[in-house]
């Protein structure tokens, strides 16, 4: 499997746990004291940097730092904005396009001329 598409792969498991840890405390914890969600958050970013840091390496290998932390970027968008609206119950907001149009302006930006 090339290096680019395990880094990716890697960096959507990695942000699914991100995703969870950083927000899913305020609708499955809502009612325990902050320092209990803190705890939880904890373990479960521990699976986030399980699967983030070798992504990051694994994507050093082939990518430039601005275009790893470019991608790391366009994939937690593509992830927060399913679990916002399919779990946090979120209503969809056209501005979710407009920031995704965005990112990939800034993915031209950081990926064009890449190998010439």
Not at 63 to 72: C, N, R, V
Request: hydrophobic share 55%; proline share 5%.
């Amino acid at each position: 499997m090339p290096a680019t598409l395990r880094t990716v792969l890697l960096l959507t498991l990695s942000n699914v746990f991100m995703t969870y840890a950083w927000y899913g405390h305020l609708r499955s914890l809502a009612e325990r004291p902050w320092w209990i969600a803190a705890i939880v958050s904890w373990g479960i970013a521990l699976f986030e940097y399980l699967l983030q840091v070798p992504a990051n390496r694994i994507g050093f290998t082939v990518l430039t730092l601005p275009q790893l932390k470019m991608l790391q970027e366009v994939i937690t968008l593509l992830v927060f904005v399913p679990f916002s609206v399919l779990y946090m119950k979120q209503a969809p907001r056209l501005d979710f396009l407009w920031a995704g149009l965005c990112l990939l302006g800034a993915v031209y930006f950081v990926f064009r001329g890449h190998g010439s």
